[in-house]
């Protein structure tokens, strides 16, 4: 089991730049969760997916910010146009939603850096 | 989901047990603790949880006070690549809701 995808790793991109964040859940996963880290705010919830339809997104900060879930194995988050202030460590979290094992896994991450 | 409090940071000995202990004094009867960690630069890991039992894998273990409004996830043998940030995470099982990440308790196993 590769886990789960994300890409790129790394993203540095100038300001009013359009970035796209790429996520592969777990195989087999019917919830699909976006965060965001930064050092002030800690990790917070953006968006989440159940069966590729959102559910929650009201974590989302601004109409800057847009998800899709075009199929069960593939998520993506835009942000058009970027700003400094979204620099910040973006993760995908995917899991299963049974009642007992709805244990959230995380991917490595995506740094996005805007200058 | 309840409110937790955790120390904002531990030491503890390369080998030794590390125990990480967590307040969460408004849980209601059908929320769990869960556990995650952080490792430097790396995506939350899931390490256990729990609704009023005991529970043990292969990671940790997991004590959860009688009256369930505290409880303490030990390390049995913590090594270096154990120290990480530890969130404790009150929340119900299956609603498959997000996970609200307080601040954490930062763990440093000394060698």
């Not at chain 1, 890409?7 to 019917?30: A, W």
């Not at chain 2, 937790?4 to 030491?11: A, L």
Request: charged share 20%.
């Amino acid at each position: 089991d590769a886990g789960v995808i994300q890409s790129p790793r790394h993203e540095v991109t100038e300001m009013g730049q359009e970035v796209t964040l790429r996520c592969k859940p777990i195989s087999g996963h019917d919830y699909l969760f976006w965060y965001r880290q930064t050092m002030m705010r800690g990790l917070e919830l953006l968006i989440y997916f159940n069966n590729n339809v959102p559910i929650d997104d009201s974590g989302m900060p601004e109409d800057r910010f847009s998800a899709k879930m075009p199929n069960a194995s593939f998520s993506t988050l835009k942000i058009q146009p970027s700003e400094p202030r979204d620099s910040a460590v973006y993760f995908c979290a995917s899991s299963w939603g049974d009642r007992n094992t709805d244990t959230q896994y995380f991917g490595p991450g995506t740094r996005l850096t805007v200058l | 989901d309840a409110k937790t409090t955790q120390p904002p940071s531990m030491d503890c000995a390369e080998g030794r047990a590390a125990n990480l202990p967590c307040n969460h004094s408004t849980i209601s009867g059908n929320e769990y603790v869960y556990w995650y960690r952080q490792i430097h630069s790396q995506g939350p890991q899931y390490i256990i949880h729990g609704l009023k039992n005991n529970e043990t894998n292969e990671m940790a273990s997991l004590i959860i006070t009688e009256d369930r409004k505290s409880s303490t996830l030990i390390l049995p043998h913590a090594t270096l690549r154990d120290t990480a940030v530890y969130y404790c995470i009150v929340r119900i099982s299956g609603s498959a809701r997000q996970l609200t990440f307080g601040s954490g308790t930062q763990l440093t196993v000394l060698p």
